[in-house]
């Protein structure tokens, strides 16, 4: 079962530092999506890619955050100097373009940060 | 703006009776709903969805209800396992753009033996 994967699980920072977090999408999957979810929410749009076009991004993503998919394939999130607001989880998501059936996204496990 | 909302934080349910869980919208555009399912530490699952040209969708235990005019939909899970116990989420994607995926804030489901 080759689903959407992501890396690190968990990431543990200090105030201040550079994170950069990995999302593996599903290999026929040309869209990508990063969402965040913090306790007690749902999960929040950030940004998102159709192919390696990063075609739009939430007013959440600050200057502090950018995204990448160089290649089409996998991509990267990068949270430079991490503030304690940063902690959440990180989600990303992959689905098809095509017709109703395949609006589904499916989510990876996310990454887990904590900025101390 | 909440365009999905999941009023019930959490709901308790005994194993083997049936789990409603509901979700209202606002956005009279969305055509197309999900639920997802999500454990600690994970990321959502997906579970059952439905699109607005039907009012209901059956798989196995889990079915979803939608009604359109009260812009209400909700999830049935008969009978109620202990491996339910979960939070679970509502969503929909927009029509335009990205079609992102809106979320309600979860309900969650515990099972009691």
């Known amino acids: 079962d080759t689903g959407v994967s992501q890396d690190p699980r968990h990431k543990i920072t200090k105030r201040g530092q550079n994170v950069t977090f990995r999302c593996d999408p599903i290999s026929e999957h040309n869209r990508l999506y990063w969402y965040r979810q913090t306790l007690g929410q749902g999960p929040e749009f950030l940004t998102y890619f159709q192919n390696e076009a990063q075609l739009e991004k939430s007013r959440l993503l600050s200057d502090r955050f950018s995204a990448e998919r160089p290649k089409g394939s996998f991509s990267t999130l990068e949270i430079q100097r991490t503030e304690q607001g940063d902690s959440a989880m990180y989600l990303c998501?992959?689905?098809?373009?095509?017709?109703?059936?395949?609006?589904?996204?499916?989510f990876g496990p996310g990454t887990r940060l904590t900025v101390l | 703006d909440q365009q999905v909302k999941q009023n019930s934080p959490s709901l308790s349910v005994q194993e083997g009776r049936i789990s409603i869980l509901n979700c209202d919208y606002t956005n009279s555009m969305f055509d197309y709903f999900l639920w997802y399912k999500k454990y600690p530490a994970e990321g959502p699952t997906f579970l059952i969805s439905i699109s607005s040209i039907k009012d209901k969708n059956e798989d196995g235990r889990f079915t979803v209800f939608l009604n359109k005019s009260a812009k209400h939909l909700s999830l049935h899970i008969v009978p109620s396992q202990p491996g339910d116990s979960a939070v679970y989420f509502c969503a929909a994607p927009l029509l335009q753009g990205a079609q992102k995926l809106v979320f309600g804030q979860g309900t969650r489901l515990t099972i009691n033996p």
């Open positions: 998501a992959s689905r098809r373009t095509g017709g109703p059936s395949t609006d589904t996204q499916y």
